[in-house]
């Protein structure tokens, strides 16, 4: 006997349809594809562009639907967009549980695996997991990452870059620590190439030299010329049989708008050197150090002693540094999540309205649904009729400060920028927030060498550290001059106190006017000289140009401590814009005795790239000469990039020094990376 559900009102329809599919999280939706089976009118009327509203639902129930895309200037999402990116996705996961890809739709498939990592929230990456993507991944990369292997009909080299970002963007410390000794080597030894020097830019300039120009975001929602597609914008739907058969005869008023999709050349992607490097340094650190055992214990025995250098404690201390990974990332975003979500249950057996209106969903975020007339609303429970259905919540402002993190209460999708704000439309990235960098940061080193076969490899991990102190110029002020690279070093103060006009030199950035940041957001209103560790402080009654009333090495436990009085919060002025950053910074005493002592000076982009001089605290080790740090913030957390020694510019003429990448993490945030390896 045939179905009779074509007899119903096509609304009705639409709600049946979508209560027997939604509960399809994390599988495939085998119960829309066995409506469509019912009947030939069945199959018709519930195709992706006769009823756009109920596969938009769909992707609200089984997908994220990230801030990003509601605060990018190119989304005005709808209906037939959501309906038709749902469709791709659904395909790509398909494909991934079952290991069938093929090169026609790979390089597709790859990018709609980026997109959802760009756009989770939670859920994305659920649906990734359970389609087995992060296993599906390494074999890919070992196949299509190989030395001269290039996939022509993937996309070539392009579609390298992408594999590299997706590996960035889903490997754990728990995965990396599952890896035998042999596949962790293999992963680096593919990485190798794509994590050179070579492979990024000055920043501000031209991304890749590559010319291949692909979409990142590349769906395009096109009306069919047959017919339209439903929305709510186009009015009621018909509740009676002739509506299924002639609804695709039905003419939308408005133009099916991109998804956020617009075609950009894949160069636009922060250069994928940063993120190899990002891998590389995570997967070296997950094999244990070597300890010499004639080392002295602790630093008090090698006192007594009279030894110098590292002590056991200070090697298991430098095995702490771990640097983090984006999936680690998100997994304590979302242990975040639920533990707020708990705490009103914790409080009160009996929730109150405001309370149950911010619950979260199983992925520790808020589940979004459509209501019977198309328009989006907060929702818990799909299933709830209208009229108890919760209100929404409000829209996270769009903030783009380095130094959020995406922390509680923040977007978790919003954790990439500044890597993917030009892609989204986001056409100003913002400069660094104050504080993102004031502090301990600790990490490592890695030398380039050449190992017995005659390649090249990143080895001899050493230790990095340093407290930094933030100055900030502050619109209307001019900066320091910048020419956007690592030669702008040059022209910058090599202590803070040569920036204060009270110093018996000159220097040309007296003529400029920073600030120093003297607590959590806000900047100091008195200050000081800033001279030398343990000499007398003058204080002065006006902020001068780079002035601070403390060491730099005092700078981490005032921050701890809050504003000072007479301190003004940098959100008491709306109007006042940081224009230029400049750090200043030094290793502690400990590290000093361990690993010896080191000044650093360097420079913040609003694009997230760090430019670091690191030079010998003492005359007498000015044998270990200046280096040159250049590498990027990522999601708000670490510093990645690349080192050189001063000797290695080409163009000086000079033979080409010492070289190799680094990663820098901040004290707290290492010590979490730890944790969190241990946890998950």
Known sequence: MSSLLYRIPFDVLLRITFLTASDAVCRAPTELLAMRLTCKTLHQCLDVTNSAQLYARLFQRHFDLSPLLLHSTTTDVNDSTLAEE??????????????????????????????????????????????????????????????????????????????????????????IARMTSDMRDETCKLLRSYASSAKHPPSGGAALTTTAATAFLDLRCKAPSCGGIFTAANGEAPSNTTHHQHHHQEHTTTIPTLYARRDIPVEWLNPVAFAAVNVIMATKESSPLLIPPHLPETRAIATLRNASGPTMEDFRQFQSYQTPLFADYCYEQEQDSQNQAQEPLRSSSSPSPSSTSSSSSPSGVPSYDYDDSGKSEACHDACRPPSHRRA???????????????????????????????????????????????????????????????????????????????????????????????????????????????????????????????????????????????????????????????????????LVQGPPTGGRSLHSDETRQIVDTILFGETTPDHDEAWKGFRYVGRVHADGRVYLKREPKNESEDYLGTWVFEGTLRFGRAIVGFWRSQNSVADEGLEEGARGIFSLTRASEAAGATVGTQNH
């Open 392 to 558: 929404p919540p409000p829209v996270l402002p769009a903030t783009h400060g380095h130094g959020g993190s995406a922390r509680l209460g923040q977007s978790g999708s919003r954790s990439h920028d500044p890597e993917f704000a030009q892609v989204y439309g986001f056409s100003d990235p913002a400069v660094p927030s104050p504080g993102t960098f004031s502090g301990l940061w600790q990490g490592s080193y890695m030398t380039l060498a050449v190992n017995e076969a005659g390649v090249e490899v990143y080895s001899n991990r050493r230790p990095l550290q340093a407290v930094f102190t933030e100055y900030h110029c502050f619109s209307p002020n001019t900066p320091l001059p910048s020419t956007h690279d690592a030669s702008e070093l040059a022209s910058l103060p090599a202590r803070p106190w040569e920036m204060d006009d009270h110093h018996h030199g000159h220097h040309p950035a007296q003529n400029h006017r920073y600030e120093v940041l003297d607590g959590p957001g806000t900047i100091a209103t008195t200050t000081s000289s800033f001279k030398e560790r343990g000499s007398t402080l003058e204080s002065h009654d006006s902020v001068s140009q780079f002035t601070e009333g403390t060491d730099v090495l005092g700078s981490q436990d005032r």
């Open 86 to 175: 749902y469709v791709l996705r659904q395909r790509f996961l398909a494909r991934s549980r079952t290991s069938s890809w093929s090169d026609a739709c790979l390089a597709s498939d790859m990018w709609t695996a980026l997109r959802m990592l760009a756009e989770n929230e939670g859920r994305n990456a659920k649906q990734l997991v359970s389609a087995n993507f992060p296993h599906e991944l390494l074999k890919l990369a070992r196949v299509h990452l190989q030395p001269n292997h290039a996939c022509v009909t993937c996309g070539g080299e392009a579609f390298n870059l992408v594999l590299i970002w997706l590996l960035s963007l889903t490997l754990s410390k728990s995965a």
